[in-house]
């Protein structure tokens, strides 16, 4: 805990788990965020990653382990404390058009912020109006309301309202889901100039991985609720070590013309939290699972490149000699 | 019709089609002088954003057009005659007979109070109105074990809730090929899917492609999907096709500046972090208000005078490729 | 507000309620100017008179002026029902939002005495206060008000569970908006369309327990005029004169019929989706 990068981390997650009831959504997550770091949580439906976005956020408070935001934890925070740190971190909603209040004007919802916080409207509207222009959207939208505009310009406003507030740590839930193609490079373009100009620190979350690699520095894969494989992302998604990760990767139909050439898909569907299986819980899709496997959970090991890995046989064995 | 003698007629040949709704803004012009061939057996995939026209495209073939329609032209010939001409309980025999259609959400589909397998039943009634239940039953039940649902005779008597979107998608196919269809439409059957059950359904269409010899139309907005399962393909933009053929040579080798355009969004394996990626700038226009002339000269590149003056007609080029631009 | 008011106007039984709704409100709230007499004032000559040029409407048992009295009547009526459906609406919206929220064991009492409440018959639960505490106006409000508070209550509850996990709910704690302006800002305009509905669908409900109660004289003491005193007066002297019952009986019918047009009206046009000119944006994509 005192290692010292740990300390410069903006966001860290210590050993975090969320049960809903008796059953585990997130199991014993950790992972540093630091400053201007772009971190990536992919996994199918159902491995938790709404419900770990939304812990690391403080809006459901975690079963066991910690949330630290700037060194302090989330747990500890009280009145104006809890209130400055609802304006450090913001997200970014996956379905943009549900996010905005229905019966608000544009100009509204992107004063709302300024109000909650108490911050004076006059003299944060030109900064406002100018955000609007760098999302890409024009004047004549502040008078209209969430049904009146197009899904690409609501999450452009879901995007503008966000940074209202100039906060320090962004959280983007599926931020280019149900876009076009055409659309999609100009979101993560955006997003990344938007990174580098206001120095975000970025928590993703995404079923695409052509956009996880175009955005992220690193790569946490969830399964069942637990970080099979967190590490660099160029190393995670080029050569990755964990099977699971493997799968995913190989998942994605490639663009590929006059070249037909499948993996084998991932054979059965991410078993219920309910019930999850015995030992490692990817074991039963496992194609290099055996008898360890099936009776005893991996634990996390960490390899030379410094990716965190919980595989009983992990795919690069020569990393995993450390 | 118009194709070539050397090719084998088409299963169904699309001719100048124009399908327009009414709508608070005027008439919305959706699909323009659309032509296109379904070859049989083929694999065609329909590429195109949101308010290309995909859809309607799609549903056009057997009908199902929304009640605002109000312009409806051209021609969709299958088996020697014109689907837009036959009077309406003749299409509705075709429909689930010669036509079958899987969706994005299989759950609309499929009726929340009956078990899965008396709706299969129901739908083999149409095709096999005196054989018995029994028979029909067991059919069902080879082609849900045919379509990878484990224990497939148990899960007969099981509701359409008690099984995953993934297996859903599995029982629409089984469903769908049930029937034995000419023409199996399939719109987005994989978008709200996870990648890996997206890879599983993918797996499944090829291997099924072994017994299914009927023509599939596929939807898709994935490029990746279309390249991996199409023969051929067909671009659309703004209720216009752009560009089709085999899918091979029109993604290989692309002509139209929209496909182009289009193609070179796709983020490859090879992105380097945060380089710029390609977008097209602009927006697909209002179907209510379409541009002069070329359709997508307004976001073109290469937009030149001729582009905006009158709307480039659908060419061959040999090979079985088309391509609607005057700069090609 | 005008764009709402337009959509009823287009459709006929919307229109025919709101200019009878507009009828009842201008007698209501202008009568007493607008009436010839003093609706209290006797006159035992001119005792059950027909309709004619001095008393439009006639006269009742003691003289007094019909029209002068339905219109005072119509005050009452409109005091007792705007009144009682607006205490009824704030409590009953919060009540529900409360139980919306609340942890389930508090969440079941509150749902438990919303069905005690809907459990007795308005007119028995006020004839009961009456008899322990006095016929009075604001009784008779506070009573009616009390049962319809589980009405608007289960509406509220109803619409705030549906829309207590929508991602806009989400965004505004996301921003560090506190649970009261999320409420206040963000659920309240979004479930009271059809509270709203509700609300003016039940005027004419509470109008005909208060002629109701009043018939049965526990209600608006006398002199006072209401329409079911009117009713009342009439009902007994029925056949010395049929006027009194006629025209205390077709404004009471015009009046409720009215709001329910209105309120039918008004559901149809706070919905969106029963508007085509709501959504001008084109769905090519099913």
Known sequence: MNHPLRSLALLSLDGLSLNYGTVPAVRAVSFDLHPGETLSVVGESGSGKSSLIRTALGLVPPTAGTVRFDRRGLGDLRGREAKAFRRDAQMIFQDPAAALSPRMTVRTLLTEPLRI????????????????????????????????????????????????????????????????????????????????????????????????????????????GRAVEVGPAEHVLNAPAHPYTRALLAAVPRFDPGNRHRAPPLPGEVPSPRNPPSGCAFHPRCPLADARCRTEEPAERILTDGRRVACHKPLLASLAAA | MTASPQEAEPLIAIRNLSVSFATGAGPADVLRNVSLDLGRGRVVGLVGESGSGKSTLASAIPRLLPRNLSRLEGSIAYGGRDLLALPDHELAALRGTRFAMIFQDPMAALNPVFRIGTQLVDLQRAKRPKERRGALLARAAAMLARVGIPDAERRLSNYPHQFSGGMRQRIMIAAALLAEPDLLIADEPTTALDPTIEGQIVALIEELRQDYRGTILLIAHSLGLVSQLCDD???????????????????????????RALLACEIGAGVARRATLASIPGEVPDATRLPQGCVFAPRCPQAAEPCRAAVPPLRALGGGRSVACTLV | MIGVLNRIWRDPGGRAGLLLVAAVLLLGLAGPWMVPHDPNKLSILARFCGPSAAHWLGTDHLGRDLLSRLADGGRVALLVALSTIAVALAAGTLLGIAAAYAPPAAERAILAVFDIVSAFPSLVFALAVVALMGPGLDKVILIVAVTLVPHFGRVARA?????????????????????????LHHLVPNILGPLVVLASMDVPVVITIEAGLSFLGVGVPPPRASWGTLLHDGYITLSQSPWPVIAAGAVLTLATLGFTLFGEALRDALDPKADPKADPKLRTEP
Do not use: C
């Open chain 1, 117 to 224: 916080h108490g911050v004076a409207e006059r003299s944060a509207w030109p900064g406002v109006l100018d955000l609007l222009r760098r999302v890409g959207l024009p004047e004549s939208v502040l008078e209209k309301h969430p049904h009146q505009i197009s899904g690409g310009q609501a999450r452009r406003v879901g995007i503008a309202r966000a940074l209202v507030l100039r906060p320090r740590l962004l959280v983007a839930d599926e931020p280019t889901a149900g876009l076009d193609l055409s659309v999609q490079g100009d979101i993560v373009n955006l997003l990344v100039d938007l990174q580098r100009d206001f120095g975000l620190t970025i928590l993703m979350v995404s079923h695409n991985l052509d956009v996880v690699r175009a955005m992220s520095d690193r790569v946490l894969v969830l399964y069942l």
């Open chain 2, 233 to 259: 393909v067909a671009v659309l933009y703004a209720g216009t096709v752009v560009e089709s053929g085999p899918a091979a040579a029109v993604l290989g080798d692309p002509r139209h500046p929209y496909t």
């Open chain 3, 159 to 183: 619409q705030t569970l549906s829309l207590r996990n929508s991602p806009f709910l989400e965004a505004e704690r996301v921003l560090g908006a506190s649970p009261l302006r999320i409420a």
